[in-house]
Nanobody
Framework: EVQLQASGGGLVQPGGSLRLSCAASGFTFGSLDMFWIRQAPGKGPEWVSVFNRGGDITYYADSVKGRFTASRDNAENTMYLQMNSLKPEDTGVYYC????????????WGQGTQVTVSS
């Protein structure tokens, strides 16, 4: 059974950094596309980054380019999101997700981790 668990969120001041982790199980890491998706309060979901199953980053949201870096460790079945220079508008729930790759819409979702950027 595919399971995804995001962690590492918390409260951080503007300009600070956080690293989110996504622990995956139930599938071979390279067999599915992987996504970080966030949702700010009162807004729809925003795709933050996309890994294709081959391990290539195919997308970063314009709002995070130059500040966020997604990476993954295939051996440990873990995906990361390093977030630097955080802004209040980065506040939201960050979800780790995976999909078969037919579209960029996930087939599996984790529970998400809350990121709050505030003084």
């Amino acid at each position: 059974e595919v399971q995804l668990q995001a962690s590492g969120g918390g409260l951080v001041q503007p300009g600070g950094s956080l690293r989110l982790s996504c622990a995956a199980s139930g599938f071979t890491f390279g067999s599915l596309d992987m996504f970080w998706i966030r949702q700010a309060p009162g807004k729809g979901p925003e795709w933050v980054s996309v890994f294709n199953r081959g391990g290539d980053i195919t997308y970063y949201a314009d709002s995070v380019k130059g500040r966020f870096t997604a990476s993954r460790d295939n051996a440990e079945n873990t995906m990361y999101l390093q977030m630097n220079s955080l802004k209040p508008e980065d506040t939201g729930v960050y979800y780790c997700a995976a999909g078969f790759g037919a579209t960029n819409y996930p087939d599996y979702w984790g529970q998400g981790t809350q990121v709050t950027v505030s003084s």
